[in-house]
């Protein structure tokens, strides 16, 4: 069973960073497209950064240039460092991936890991 655990959330003030991790088990981060999202009260869920298994990043127009992701295969494991914080960057931060058996997909998420960017 897939299982992605998220951590490194906390609160910071603008113009500051945080690391977030995601652990991941029952699956390879280096196999599958692992993603960041996020969701602020009252807005939907949006996409932060993604990384596909051959290391192709795609980024929000709005963290582009402050966020990168990254993956450590060794620990199976995903990173969103992010630099140069807002406060609309305050958010719950998911990881997510998804595999796919035949014609059937399976989205798995984190639990969440909350960020708070004031000051």
């Known amino acids: 069973q897939v299982q992605l655990v998220e951590s490194g959330g906390g609160a910071v003030q603008p113009g500051g960073s945080l690391r977030l991790s995601c652990a991941a088990s029952?699956?390879?981060?280096?196999?599958?497209?692992m993603s960041w999202y996020r969701q602020a009260p009252g807005k939907e869920r949006e996409l932060v950064a993604s990384m596909t298994p051959g290391g192709y990043t795609t980024y929000a127009g709005s963290v582009k240039g402050r966020f990168a992701i990254s993956r450590d295969n060794a620990k199976n494991s995903v990173y969103l460092q992010m630099n140069s914080l807002k406060p609309e960057d305050t958010a719950v931060y998911y990881c997510?991936?998804?595999?796919?058996?035949?014609?059937?997909?399976?989205?798995?998420w984190g639990q969440g890991t909350q960020v708070t960017v004031a000051s």
């Open positions: 029952g699956t390879r981060v280096s196999s599958n497209t």
């Open positions: 997510k991936t998804y595999t796919v058996y035949g014609a059937a997909r399976y989205d798995y």
